[in-house]
């Protein structure tokens, strides 16, 4: 558990922790975070996926050609790891079928397809500008049921988060931002500072931490300045710039930067009493609570040499990537074939196709030159220099990571704490043979995982055949003793058959004795006469 | 004397060591050989009986007791060698007269055509078929171990065996393939 105040007191004496690795990557922000956040016109055709977040999805709650007002959920479930969608605007639902998703493999997923109307009809939530004298149950379901779930990257749903089991000693709203390109949270933080404060105001209404600290990176010191003019009066609040670093933006690292304490590799930030919430998603839940309007759209940093106009839009959820590259000028003539990474260079992924909808955590598409992003080379040797695990911001051993992923030997590459790695790509970055080392991490995790699952698989089948071979055998032994019983009935229901006959015969035998007898002593008699 | 108190003092302890032993062996009793359950666990439980034998915890007997290791075409090369780890010896190829290695599989009725004779439901050794005499039958797929044995008993042959679709669950990355590759080291 860390100590808040003595934290407090570092930070307002300049003092930070470092994390060991890291690395500086050119920043290139200044293509698309020089002009205002774009309000751009509706695409013609909105794909929504019932599933986006962390969890389990809810269950569909409207039909192919039903009409929908903008804020209307689309999705409902009862159950806590279920956060709904929202029809993104107001129009009619042409299908309801899978559709490529916004995830490495595109593989479809079930989508709503919805045909706007050109009206963008709210259908609001009752405001609870109120907040202050409401219970926080009532604020955790609003946040629900706005559908809000980390707008960071992670995608975990925010209602959960602010429902934390142990002592809060303090909040960490993140504005770091540390991926090369991408600027939305900075354009957001720049222009809507006070809807942030609002948001943050909210959180710490129902948490009730000790103190909430705002980390913004030195290199967007615009966004800095906004917040601490929102933040003014405030002593709550303490506002700290931190030195530009990648992935100094990642949970584990920027906690480790403001407090010094290690949140332990199999331990969650709430175990040291520190949660943890991206700038944009304090914006959504200000938007939930304050103006009942659900999580229907969110900021995208559209940039990349192959863009014309590289800026920061507010698009839909559901927007296809089609439409924003066209708002963005796309020029294809730049590019051997169309190329589109959503999320940063560091970790995002390369997209399966432009019909691919954005999503909640969907921070930025990347749409790079020849030059800028070449493709991937092949990937020589490692010579063994090291340099990985000098990068490496979790203090893990790349190299040795690599070896045992790249010969399946799981077993040991989990004895390195595989699953600590946090996907940075720090170690791919400084690599001098271009191997792809991230990729044979998440291989591998993948793959471990799908072991699991097929091991649970197993154990379960193994317990229901054995269930099976039991109940076959009870079966079978219940079916015996009924015969078992029923054949000693039966012989012994003849056992009495067979007394009686005796007896009957016994008697028979009597009576002709006595018959008999009777016959002599009636002859005897008569001879005497 | 000495000899008689160090045979008596001997014996005693012999007693005693004997009585803590009888004691144990009793109350710590290993019910089940703990090299069958140890090869059970390796096994991928689908119950096919490809390997001749009927179910997995049959097969893993006979392993115990000196039968080849590869017969599992279930579980594949890495079952084989996670079989050879364990019981310390060479892996080898899978036997190709038990069967080959395939993608899973999971059973699927044509339900129109099920006419309900419970034949596949007396097959099934996870009980993963759910219906009942002249009812229509379906599979649990998530119970389904694709083992196949519920194909050959169904009258009207109304049971295929459909391939398992990856899921952004179960997919898994490709090296090199494009798709999802992600950029990084390329940031000029």
């Given at each position: 558990m860390i100590d808040v105040e003595q934290v407090i007191t570092q930070l307002n004496q300049g003092q930070l922790f470092e994390y060991s690795g890291g690395v500086h990557p050119?920043?290139?922000?200044?293509l698309s975070n020089t002009t205002p956040i774009n309000t751009i016109p509706e695409p013609e055709v909105l794909y929504i996926p019932v599933k986006q977040h962390i969890g389990t999805q809810g269950s569909i709650c409207v039909t192919v050609g039903q009409h929908v007002a903008k804020g209307e959920a689309l999705t409902q479930s009862s159950n806590p790891f279920a956060v709904p969608v929202h029809a993104?605007?107001?129009?009619?639902?042409?299908a309801i079928t899978p559709h490529p998703s916004?995830?490495?493999?595109?593989i479809p997923e079930m989508t709503v397809t919805l045909e706007p109307d050109?009206?963008?009809q709210w259908q609001l939530?009752?405001?609870?500008?109120?907040?202050?004298?409401?219970e926080r149950i009532t604020l955790l379901e609003r946040i629900c049921q706005a559908g809000?779930?980390?707008?960071?990257?992670?995608?975990?749903?925010t209602h959960l988060k602010s429902n934390p089991q142990k002592p809060v000693e303090c909040i960490i709203i993140n504005g770091?931002?540390?991926?090369?390109?991408?600027?939305s949270d900075d354009r957001i933080m720049r222009e809507h500072a006070w809807q942030i404060k609002q948001g943050i105001d909210i959180l710490r209404h129902i948490i009730k931490p000790k103190h909430i600290i705002i980390a913004i990176e030195d290199n967007k010191p615009q966004a800095l300045d906004a917040l601490k003019t929102a933040c003014?009066?405030?002593?709550?609040i303490t506002i700290t710039s931190v030195p530009t670093?990648?992935?100094?933006?990642?949970e584990k690292q920027l906690i480790q930067v403001l407090t010094g304490a290690e949140v332990p590799h199999?331990?969650?930030?709430i175990d040291i009493g520190c949660l943890m919430y991206n700038v944009g998603t304090c914006f959504a839940i200000a938007d939930a609570v304050l103006?009942?309007?659900?999580?229907v759209q969110r900021v995208v940093t559209l940039t990349?040499?192959?863009?014309?106009h590289p800026q920061n839009v507010w698009a839909?959820?559901?927007?296809?990537?089609s439409h924003l590259l066209n708002i963005a000028e796309?020029?294809?003539?730049?590019?051997?074939a169309q190329k589109v990474i959503m999320?940063?260079?560091?970790?995002g992924f390369t997209v399966a196709n432009d019909t691919v909808p954005v999503v909640k955590i969907t921070n930025c598409l990347l749409v790079p030159d020849k030059q800028e992003l070449p493709d991937i080379e092949d990937e020589r040797a490692c010579?063994?220099?090291?340099l990985c695990a000098e990068a490496c911001p979790a203090g893990l051993l790349p190299q040795q990571l690599f070896w045992h992923s790249k010969a399946k030997e799981y077993d040991k590459a989990q004895a390195y704490n595989?699953?600590?790695?946090?996907?940075?790509g720090a170690c791919a970055y400084v690599c001098p043979s271009e191997i792809p080392l991230v990729h044979y991490y998440r291989k591998a995790k993948t793959d471990i995982k799908h072991i699991a699952l097929e091991k649970e698989k197993s154990e379960k089948a193994r317990v229901r055949f054995e269930t099976r071979q039991a109940r076959l055998l009870a079966d079978k032994q219940a079916r015996e003793e009924k015969h078992r019983l029923a054949a000693e009935a039966r012989k012994k229901s003849m056992d009495n058959k067979g007394n009686d006959a005796k007896d009957k015969i016994a008697a028979a035998l009597a009576r002709a004795k006595a018959k008999r007898a009777a016959a002599q002593n009636n002859s005897s008699t008569d001879s005497d006469k | 004397m000495t000899l008689l108190t160090a045979l008596l003092i001997i014996g005693v302890l012999a007693l005693i060591f004997g009585a803590i032993l009888g004691y144990s062996a009793i109350k710590f009793?290993?019910?089940?050989d703990p090299l069958v359950e140890q090869i059970d666990a390796l096994?991928?439980?689908?119950?096919?009986?490809?390997?001749?034998?009927?179910?997995c915890k049959p097969y893993a007997q006979a392993i115990a007791n000196?039968?080849?290791?590869?017969?599992?075409p279930p579980g594949g090369d890495a079952t084989i060698k996670n079989l050879a780890d364990l019981m310390g010896v060479e892996p080898k190829p899978l036997d190709g007269d038990h069967g080959v290695e395939d993608v899973k599989k999971v059973a699927y009725i044509r339900e129109a055509e099920c006419?309900?004779?419970t034949k596949c439901i007396q097959a099934c050794p996870v009980d993963a078929i759910i219906g009942a005499s002249k009812q229509m039958h379906t599979v649990i797929i998530d119970e389904?171990?694709?083992?196949?044995?519920?194909v050959a008993p169904c009258p009207v042959d109304c049971i295929d065996m459909v391939p398992v679709a990856p899921t952004t669950q179960t997919w898994q990355w490709e090296l090199g393939?494009?798709?999802?590759d992600i950029p990084i080291k390329q940031v000029q």
């Open positions: 050119p920043q290139q922000k200044s993104s605007t107001s129009g009619t639902i042409r916004a995830h490495p493999s595109g050109g009206h963008a939530m009752p405001l609870l500008s109120d907040y202050m004298h409401l809000i779930s980390g707008l960071g990257g992670a995608g975990f749903p770091i931002e540390c991926e090369p390109y991408i600027t003014l009066e405030d002593n709550g670093k990648y992935p100094s933006g990642g199999d331990g969650l930030p103006h009942g309007k659900a999580l990349g040499q192959a863009l014309g839909l959820l559901g927007t296809p990537i796309y020029e294809p003539s730049k590019q051997q999320g940063g260079p560091m970790m010579i063994r220099c090291g595989l699953d600590a790695c946090i996907e940075c | 009793k290993v019910e089940a096994l991928p439980q689908t119950q096919c009986g490809q390997c001749g034998y009927p179910g000196g039968d080849e290791i590869n017969k599992c006419i309900g004779c389904c171990t694709g083992c196949d044995l519920c393939k494009g798709v999802g």
